[in-house]
């Protein structure tokens, strides 16, 4: 049957790649499953296809669901997603990028604004004080007069 001879190749590719993508040995799968090492053996190489409650501890092992061990090829899938978390990462990279673009730019801005409050403010304190010094004059010229007119 041609659906068998996919799910069995699927199946077959899919748990050797899971199997040395996490860096295990036919041991430590056999161990940690109690399923024969031959047994992973024959169904990596497509000899034999395991029954449902076998499919369900690798599929629980490798946290990937039965309908995919079966029906796709996980090596090519991770390809395709780890191509597409690369061109994520560029994204959020030149997005950073332009965001620290703005910022530097922003901070230019504030600081040029900054800048053109402390000058505004030395203005205002100059002409604060000409205004003290003016009226200082004003009142001298005010006693003065007031002077003139007693005598």
Do not use: C, W
């Given at each position: 049957?041609?659906?068998?001879?996919?799910?069995?190749?699927?199946?077959?590719?899919?748990?050797?790649?899971?199997?040395?993508?996490?860096?295990?040995?036919?041991?430590?799968?056999?161990?940690?499953?109690?399923?024969?090492?031959?047994?992973?053996?024959?169904?990596?190489?497509?000899?034999?296809?395991?029954?449902?409650?076998?499919?369900?501890?690798f599929?629980?092992?490798?946290?990937?669901?039965?309908?995919?061990?079966?029906?796709?090829?996980?090596?090519e899938?991770h390809?395709?997603?780890?191509?597409?978390?690369?061109k994520?990462?560029?994204?959020?990279?030149?997005?950073?990028?332009?965001?620290?673009?703005?910022?530097?730019?922003?901070?230019?801005?504030?600081?040029?604004?900054?800048?053109?409050?402390h000058?505004?403010?030395?203005?205002?304190?100059?002409?604060?004080?000409?205004?003290?010094?003016?009226?200082?004059?004003?009142?001298?010229?005010?006693?003065?007069?007031?002077?003139?007119?007693?005598?």
């Amino acid at each position: 049957m041609e659906i068998s001879n996919n799910a069995e190749y699927f199946f077959g590719n899919n748990l050797r790649f899971l199997r040395k993508e996490r860096k295990l040995t036919l041991l430590n799968v056999s161990e940690a499953l109690d399923v024969s090492k031959s047994a992973i053996s024959d169904y990596e190489n497509g000899k034999t296809l395991p029954g449902l409650d076998v499919v369900k501890k690798f599929s629980n092992f490798f946290n990937v669901p039965m309908d995919v061990l079966y029906n796709s090829d996980i090596a090519e899938l991770h390809k395709t997603n780890t191509n597409y978390a690369f061109k994520a990462q560029e994204a959020v990279k030149k997005a950073m990028d332009f965001e620290n673009e703005k910022y530097i730019f922003n901070m230019k801005i504030m600081t040029q604004k900054l800048e053109s409050i402390h000058l505004q403010i030395q203005m205002l304190k100059q002409l604060l004080e000409s205004k003290e010094s003016e009226n200082k004059t004003l009142r001298i010229n005010i006693k003065l007069l007031e002077e003139l007119v007693k005598s």
